[in-house]
């Protein structure tokens, strides 16, 4: 069995109070921004797309945080929270070096780390459903 299968409530609350800081910006969402990525966006419907994007990132730190104690949502929170730290990952490197040097350097990092810890998730759990399936069809 993976580290990570063992130790996935822990990795998925620790992934979900970081993911849930985020509400910051549904908050102040200029300071964000500027500590985030260096520059601001302008106007009210910068302001409602920040705060918008804010609390749909916390929603998925709140799901990681439920998942971690209802072990059968885990595939489902565990893919939704992955594509969406993949989808961020990705257009920040798409975008250069840039916006790396902010604080979206360090949360494309930990992102991508939590990343791979999720897939570890779900490469261990394969395998303990082969091994299952092994076992099952030797004792029949």
Not at 45 to 50: F, K, L, N, P, T
Not at 84 to 112: M, N
Request: net charge positive; proline share 3%; glycine share 10%.
């Amino acid at each position: 069995m993976l580290w990570t299968t063992r130790h996935i409530k822990g990795i998925m609350l620790l992934s979900g109070v970081l993911t849930c800081t985020m509400l910051y910006a549904a908050i102040a969402p200029q300071a964000a921004l500027s500590s985030q990525f260096g520059s601001s966006l302008q106007g009210p419907v910068a302001e409602v797309v920040v705060r918008s994007w804010a609390v749909l990132i916390t929603l998925v730190g709140g799901m990681l945080l439920y998942g971690a104690y209802h072990p059968a949502q885990r595939p489902l929170v565990l893919a939704v929270a992955g594509t969406s730290k993949l989808a961020f990952v990705s257009l920040v490197l798409t975008q250069g070096g840039a916006l790396l040097q902010h604080q979206a350097g360090i949360a494309v990092a930990v992102d991508s780390l939590f990343v791979l810890l999720y897939a570890g998730y779900f490469a261990g759990r394969a395998n303990q459903v082969k091994l299952a399936n092994v076992a099952s069809s030797r004792s029949t």
